[in-house]
């Protein structure tokens, strides 16, 4: 037996390394793990496209995003069981959204632990096998299956984390995260996966700013899974729409998957992109009624171009630089400042045009936005420079006086921009209308993904759904409805002038 769990160990040393084009990991589950087939049998595991692809990109962070039943939970805990039972002193522990859940994820694992051929379960035998838990006390390892709550991770040291569901998740959820990560060794592993649910939440944020947390992210189309496909002939190509061919040349779907796709579409209608995701974005479908129109966003994303200029540790993007002669406008929203409330933002825009020109976005308070903003309209020929005047704003425009801001906007003699209830729904909806009309003005993916996640909430009032941001909307709405002002007085100017031409006329008429 001790010769046995030596031959463990050096397993547990070498599980990355490569042979015949698979890692010694991957071979070891094909070799020991079983699975119960959709069929009902036991077999061991064949790795499909997505366990393979997540298994050669995969880092010690990883977010997954996925479509329904891509097999990656059963790869997951095929992937920390055996480092559980190789590698000494080992911890892992996944947590599931929901006491199914949890129940479900232990079986696959007891599974793997039944069907291991008997050489390897005599020498790691169990002292435990109880409330989902396996301990291994040949190797003091311990494979854990947890629920996702306020207490998870608590006194715990983990190596290996498997965070399921995580869109899922109930109650505090970014708390019980935090917790999890406490618990994590610095060189451990961890995943957080999950099919969508929504552009907002704990999962959606934790997508979003994968790259600069340091994660490696991986997505799973539906057509990974091979299974998803209808025997029934596709009818001509002549029938395929523009959608469905674009699916063909870009990923090489053939008819079958095709037609398994026209059921589900059909069935599901517009809950099919989140359960059965194509695209990493469009899937985040929104939990209520998204206030702008989703296609124009999408346009939009897609005809913006990266920015010209990045400064300020990224805090500060141009996308089109000051240019003689012309005037531009500077929404600003403030916020409190500190690194864990709101954002403030400033967005630029071209006074004629309402294209935008620059966004400053980070964690400011009062003082420091109102240099930064100064500082940004001097570059831009003098903006005018509206701050909004609601709750922190009134200290920004104190800050903005002292530093004699050259050009800030007043209404009926006060500083400043005021929202308010009545003015609110008007400032959206030219927003909304500027957005749909012209996608092209807008350049910030920042700000689209606000817009995407900007919702109709049950009361009837709008705004950021939950733990999602409107800090670049709202900066953008104000600049916006300050030049629809500049464009009633304008269209009013030309009225008034036609009309004292008209007075000045009527006496030769007569």
């Known amino acids: 037996m001790g010769f046995e769990l030596f031959r463990l160990l050096q397993l547990g040393e070498v599980l990355d390394r490569e042979l015949e084009g698979r890692t010694v990991r991957d071979h070891l589950i094909e070799g020991w793990l079983r699975i119960r087939s959709r ?23 990883n977010i ?5 039943q891509m097999g990656i939970t059963t790869y997951i805990a095929a992937r920390f069981f055996v480092q559980t039972i190789t590698r000494p002193g080992t911890l892992t522990v996944q947590v599931a959204h929901s006491q199914d859940s949890a129940e479900m994820i232990f079986t696959i694992v007891k599974r793997f632990w039944d069907n291991l051929p008997n050489r390897e379960r005599r020498v790691l035998a169990k002292s435990r096998s109880n409330v989902r838990q396996m301990a291994f006390p040949a190797l003091d390892s311990e494979y854990r299956i947890e629920i996702a709550d306020e207490t998870a991770g608590r006194g715990m040291t983990i190596q290996n984390l498997h965070c399921s569901e995580v869109s899922r ?11 999890l990560r406490a618990a994590l060794v610095p060189n451990g592993e961890i995943v957080l996966e999950s099919t969508p649910n929504g552009a907002q939440g704990l999962f959606y944020d934790e997508w979003q700013k994968a790259e600069e947390r340091g994660y490696v992210r991986h997505f799973f189309p539906w057509w990974y899974e091979d299974s998803y496909r209808l025997a029934a002939p596709l009818a001509g190509s002549d029938s395929l729409n523009p959608e469905e061919q674009g699916l063909i040349q870009q990923h090489g779907l053939d008819g079958q998957q095709i037609e398994w796709r026209r059921q589900q579409w059909t069935t599901l209608r517009s809950l099919a992109a989140q359960e059965y995701a194509e695209d990493a974005d469009e899937c985040f479908l929104v939990s209520g009624e998204c206030v702008f129109e989703l296609a124009a966003i999408q346009k939009a994303l897609l005809q913006s171009w990266k920015e010209m200029k990045v400064e300020d540790n990224g805090r500060l993007a141009i996308w089109l630089p000051p240019r003689p002669g012309r005037t531009y406008i500077a929404g600003v929203d403030t916020a409190e400042g500190g690194t864990s409330g709101d954002y403030a933002c400033a967005e630029v825009i071209d006074r004629q045009t309402g294209m935008q020109c620059a966004e400053l976005h980070g964690h400011f308070p009062p003082q420091e936005l109102a240099r930064r903003v100064t500082e940004l309209a001097r570059r831009y020929n003098e903006a005018l420079v509206v701050v909004e005047r609601n709750n922190h704003g009134h200290a920004a425009l104190v800050h903005f006086n002292i530093l004699e801001c050259a050009n800030l906007y007043s209404h009926e003699g006060k500083p400043g921009w005021l929202t308010t209830a009545a003015n609110r729904p008007a400032m959206i909806e030219n927003m909304a209308a500027v957005l749909s009309a012209s996608p092209d003005l807008f350049h910030s993916t920042r700000l689209l993904e606000e817009c995407r996640t900007f919702v109709r909430k049950k009361d009837g009032n709008t705004g950021a759904a939950e733990s999602a941001h409107d800090d670049c909307v709202m900066a953008m709405a104000i600049a ?4 629809r002002e500049d464009a009633g007085r304008e269209i009013k100017r030309k009225r008034f002038e036609m009309t004292s031409l008209n007075m000045e006329a009527s006496p030769a008429r007569l």
Do not use: F, H, M
């Open 39 to 61: 069929e009902g049998a036991r077999r061991l595991i064949n790795l499909n496209p997505a366990q393979l692809e997540y298994s050669a990109r995969c880092g010690k962070r």
């Open 64 to 68: 997954i995003l996925k479509a329904r």
């Open 169 to 179: 998740w109930p109650g505090n959820a970014a708390e019980t995260l935090a917790s």
């Open 480 to 483: 916006l409805a300050v030049r």
